[in-house]
């Protein structure tokens, strides 16, 4: 079946801009993760849901971020006014429900702040 | 809060030598063990995981991990590499909470075969 898609894949933003990452989990998946992995380093967590609900947001680096995730299936990571320092890997994952820490990872959307 | 160790950045072996990758974690409790393996410009694909049982955990590509309390490891291995297992491998533990199931990666480590 068709695993976890992400678009875009790579995005290049002037510094100041806004942006807007899709993920599409697998069907069926209940929750849904976002890491951000800078360049050499390993992904690190951003935020968690379960269906529609937003239960972990403690790896948000910023209020520029912000995740939402409206009929509990796609997930859009949003970031505002985008510095340098927002460049890096953004990875989605998703598991089949609640307690299930099998997770499944897209292949990631690059953003690149200039 | 749990954390993980791969101590060595780079390893480069051998096309057909055997490979063990180092990872060290630190939680509390039990925990969930992972090892990833990240392509170029791929995302993460699960190699193995470790829940309960069996300490000697087998994985996809003839990897194998082994689960040690008394070290607080999970070395990851192969009896003989190819050259298609060049990537970069991730180590990550897991807590199972409702509400808080983030998985905390190791930085990594970058694998090299030479012919």
């Known amino acids: 079946g068709a695993g976890v898609s992400q678009s875009p894949r790579y995005k290049v933003a002037k510094r100041g801009q806004d942006v807007a990452l899709r993920c599409d989990p697998i069907?069926?998946?209940?929750?849904l993760f976002w890491y951000q992995q800078a360049l050499g380093q390993g992904p690190e967590f951003l935020t968690y849901?379960?269906?529609?609900?937003?239960?972990?947001k403690s790896g948000l680096p910023s209020d520029r971020f912000f995740a939402e995730r409206p009929e509990g299936s796609v997930s859009t990571l949003k970031i505002q006014r985008t510095q340098q320092e927002d460049s890096a890997v953004y990875l989605c994952?998703?598991?089949?429900?609640?307690?299930?820490?099998?997770?499944?990872f897209g292949p990631g959307t690059r953003l690149t702040v200039t | 809060a749990q954390s993980v160790t791969q101590p060595d950045i780079h390893i480069t072996v051998s096309e057909g030598a055997s490979l063990e990758l180092r990872c060290n974690y630190s939680?509390?409790?039990?925990?969930?063990l992972f090892w990833y393996v990240q392509s170029p410009g791929q995302g993460l694909q699960l190699l193995l995981k470790?829940?309960?049982?069996?300490?000697l955990v087998q994985g996809i590509k003839g990897f194998e991990a082994e689960f040690k309390r008394s070290q607080s490891s999970f070395n990851l291995r192969k009896p003989s590499v190819h050259w298609s297992d060049a990537a970069e491998y991730f180590c990550?533990?897991?807590?199972?909470?409702?509400?808080?199931?983030?998985?905390?990666f190791g930085t990594g480590t970058r694998l090299t075969i030479i012919p």
């Open positions: 994952a998703s598991s089949l429900a609640g307690g299930s820490i099998e997770q499944y």
């Open positions: 069907s069926g998946h209940v929750s």
């Open positions: 849901f379960q269906n529609e609900a937003q239960l972990d």
């Open positions: 939680y509390g409790a039990t925990p969930y």
């Open positions: 470790y829940f309960s049982g069996d300490t």
């Open positions: 990550a533990v897991g807590v199972s909470n409702f509400g808080n199931e983030k998985l905390t």
